[in-house]
Structures are given as structure tokens and as C-alpha cells.
């Protein structure tokens, strides 16, 4: 090789290691606030391994609520359990009066509220693909143990995602049947629709009223508040299952004040669907998740953090097992991420679930 020929080949190496780094540096921070730092913690496994579990946090206790089923495969047992961090103990409670997979959640004044979410179909005879959604609305009381219904939501639909909003709550996304179908439920091998549905729900009134819909219709998406308003992250676009659906990266700004959706924000760096969240410190935490290809049926251990004020992305270190379905949830400064699968969704003979329960620590 000539001499001339290999000043050029450095000469490209160089250009793409400074191209590759300046696009890794449009998400750690612009300088406007702290890179955060932490570090993994294990704590207490999860007594009944599952996935499309979901977390929440209630008066310094992580609750985790849900379960796609393992037996029959795809029937959720509609689990909840609490988590005592002090104790770093599971107690189980009592389980959710309609069981379902694939809910949303938000939480007020000590209580947490359950949005929709997706029956198993057929209800009886052999195993079945479908998921059946429902408009059902609920409020659980930890302090009680006790579940009260709710007014019905508008529509019906699973896999949305839930925020409170000064005392209101709004019920976004998720997917459910074609207008017009007279489909059951939702298949893999039949039309479905991801939407941009959004319903506020006001439990002072027991009543609903539609708002603007989301611009970018998705399903098993992320999502946090910061400031009062709603950032909808990632998720995936068409049907709700993966096998036949594309994640996305895109980042929507919803105002609850204005009933409107801001400009298109950064969008995150790994786009995925289906994994947990906890915002912290006015960042959305966003870790784990799925994606299917015909080569490959990978969850993802990628844990990001977004900043809405400086409109950022910051990489942080991956989660020590990978998985999809995991619930997250924030105690003080600590991110726990709670059981799901080791791998995209599989054929009900492949146990993956894992009761693996890793807490990232923030540090100062």
C-alpha cells in the first residue's frame, strides 16, 4: 500500500470516529445540567415471574401490577404485589378484579387508578392468540387492599399509557380493533390499529371527556410528566403485537392546559417498546423492551434518561439483564426494575420470565 493511500485511509477512519462521536454527543447533554450518574443494585427477586408487568409507586412502596399468563399462555393472572424497600420483602395482595394484561396506570392522592388493558380470547376452550380489550376503569386503595370500579372509558383498548396531570388523569395511545370490525379481538395474522386516543378522566366528577388525540398513533409506548406537561416516548406503530409491529423513536409533548401537542422532540436513541419507566428529577428513565425481526427476537438491557428542558438524551449504563415487559418504578432516587422476559415474546412452551429485580441507584 502506498504511503498516500494510507494517510487517506486514517484520514477516514478519523472523520467517522469524530462523525460517530459528535452523533453520540447531540444525546449526553448539552451542558445546560448534570449528566446522571448511578450504579446497579440487585434486590429481592420477584415471587411469581411473569411479563407485561407494570409499576407504580405509593406512599415509599413499589407495586406491581398485571401479568400476561404463562398457563393458559396468554391469560393474565392479574397479579399485584407490594414491595417494602425498608424490608426489601414482596407481599402479595389482592389481585385485580378483572384481570388483564397490558393496562394503564397512573396514581393520586395514595391511590392508584387502572385504565383498560386486554382479556384473553378465546375465554374458554384451547389456546388462544387474541387479546380482547376493555374500557374498564378502576381505583385501588393500598391502605385498604380494596378495588372499586370506576366509570368506563370511552373506547376500549389496551397497551395506552396513563399520566396525572393536577389531579386529572389522561388515558393516551395504545391499540384495539379497526373501526368497523366486527373482529372479537385483536390477532396477529388480522387487522388491528395502533391509536392516538386521549381521554381525560376526572375522579372528582367520575366523569370522561376526549382531548386532542396524540399525533403519532402508538402503542406500548413509555411516558413521564415534567413541568405539567406529558412526554409520550418511543412504542411501536400498527398492530399492538410485535411480531407483525415496528418500533419507533419519536418523542410527542403533550400540554394538558392548552389541549395541544408541541413540536416533534429529540427522538431517543434506542427505539424499542414494551419495557418499563420512572421519571426522576426532571428526567424520564426509560429501560429495557422489545423488537422482533425475522433474524432475531431481542430484549433490550438499554437504559436512557431524557431531559425535556434541554430537550436531551443521556446514555446510561445498560441494565444487567435484559428484558421486556419489566416493571419500573422510582423509590426516592432509585429506579427498580421488576421481573418480565429475557427475550421478545416466544411460544408459550419457552419459559424466559425471570424474577430478576435490579434497582439503579443515582448518585450525586
Known sequence: MSVRKGVTGVFVVLL???????ARAQYQGSGQGETPKGRWLKAASFPEPEEELYGITVSGKMYVLGGFGLNPFGKPPGLVYEYDPTKDTWTKKKNMPLPVHHQAMATLNGKIYMFGGYLYYPPSGQQGQGWQPVDNAWEYDPATNNWKALAPMPDKRGAGLAEQVDGKFY????????????EPAV?????????GTNDMYDPATDK????SPMPTARNHAFAGTVDGKIYVIGGRIGSPFITVAQNVGVVEEYDPKTDQWGAPRRPMPTPRSGGGWGTHGGRIYVAGGESQTR???????ALEAYEPATDTWTILPSMPVPRHGVAGAFIG??????SGKVTSSGASDTKLETGTHDIFELID
Open 16 to 22: 467517522a470516529l469524530l462523525f460517530l462521536t459528535a
Open 171 to 182: 388515558v393516551i395511545g395504545g391499540a384495539t380493533m379497526n373501526p368497523g370490525s366486527k
Open 333 to 338: 432516587n432509585q429506579l427498580h426494575l421488576v
Open 187 to 195: 390477532f396477529p395474522n388480522r387487522p388491528a390499529r395502533s391509536v
Open 295 to 301: 433474524e432475531a427476537t431481542p430484549a433490550f438491557r
Open 208 to 211: 370522561w371527556e376526549t382531548r
